[in-house]
């Protein structure tokens, strides 16, 4: 069955009139409400910053186990995650094989002051020292990741009738993790056990994502509201944009936190390996989401405060 993820040209909302505008948010509402996900072009991020990210962290996986080592890391900790750290399906409730990928992991590091916040959430960057570049090229895009998120937000807001602050004035100290998942080919791991992918159905955690692919034969697949699922589009110039579970109850369900999950290698492809840029953006650690009330909503979730719920979610696909 075919996706229904469709593509959206952010060009109007950066440089058109307010009806201009005003169009790009309605079709974001539609396609958040329609499938979760959609394809963005026109966003500003250049495909040479893309390259150079995939390019440093290639030369970090290519290190030796014993190398990667002294940066190993758990779920949610800033390093490496090693092969066998990870099990998203676990979030569904699904005991499912380890996810066939290893990542390195990054995120916000500016401290609140608060040991206890930030020895969980500001927790220091580490780089590695065998590739120099990592660091300042993982900043960077970081950085452009951090922009283009919060203009999502933006337009999210307008989407809704709201003021363009609404979502954004909880992202004054955000959390957000940006994870470089190495996908290894099947030459290289082996044949995927039952049931096990690259990464397992799942649903993201926080507000939006924003995902830099390559194509693949064990690429994305989401599943869609017929039950289905479906390969995602791609397109080479587009990052792939879905929310999470905060951000469908931030709107009371209006927009969907849809399932996906990332195929396992294929025997058709046993030399495919694929690097994938995720950058899950989040809210003020401190930051209390109230449910959107009809006519914008349909549903009203207690309140919740972001990192208290987050943190739950996070524990839920730890191995071990």
Not at 35 to 44: E, K
Not at 119 to 147: K, L
Not at 249 to 259: E, H, L, N, P, Q
């Amino acid at each position: 069955m075919a996706s229904s993820v469709p593509l959206v040209d952010l060009r109007p909302w950066f440089e058109g009139r307010a009806e201009d505008r005003a169009r790009v948010a309605a079709e974001i509402d539609l396609a958040l409400r329609d499938s979760g996900f959609l394809l963005i072009t026109g966003h500003g991020v250049p495909d040479e910053l893309r390259e150079r990210t995939r390019e440093v962290a290639r030369r970090f996986f290519a290190l030796p186990a014993e190398t990667k080592a002294a940066y190993a890391v758990s779920v949610a900790g800033r390093g490496w995650l090693p092969p066998g750290a990870e099990a998203n399906g676990y979030a569904e409730g699904t005991e499912t094989p380890p996810d066939l990928k290893e990542s390195y992991s990054i995120g916000a590091d500016t401290p609140v002051g608060d040991p206890a916040v930030d020895s969980f959430w500001f927790q220091p960057n580490v780089w590695p020292a065998e590739v120099p570049e990592f660091a300042a090229t993982a900043q960077e895009y970081m950085t452009r990741m951090r922009a283009l998120s919060d203009e999502l937000l933006k337009i999210f807001a307008v989407a809704l009738d709201l003021a363009p602050t609404y979502f954004t004035a909880h992202t004054g100290h955000p959390t957000y993790t940006f994870n470089i998942n190495w996908y290894p080919a099947m030459n290289r791991v082996g044949a995927p056990a039952a049931n096990q992918f690259r990464i397992g159905p799942h649903t993201d955690f926080g507000t939006v994502t924003v995902l830099g692919r390559q194509s693949g034969v064990g690429g994305l697949q989401v599943y869609t509201e017929e039950g289905d699922w479906a390969d995602a589009p791609f397109d080479p110039s587009a990052f792939t944009v879905n929310i999470g579970d905060l951000m469908a109850r931030w709107t009371g369900d209006r927009w969907r936190s849809t399932r996906h999950r990332v195929l396992p290698p294929d025997a058709s492809a046993p030399d495919e390996e694929l690097t994938s840029l995720i950058f899950f953006y989040e809210t003020d650690h401190d930051a209390r989401i109230s449910s959107l009330t009809p006519p914008i909503g349909r549903t009203t979730y207690p309140d919740v405060i972001a990192a208290e719920y987050l943190k739950a979610k996070l524990d839920a696909i730890t191995v071990g």
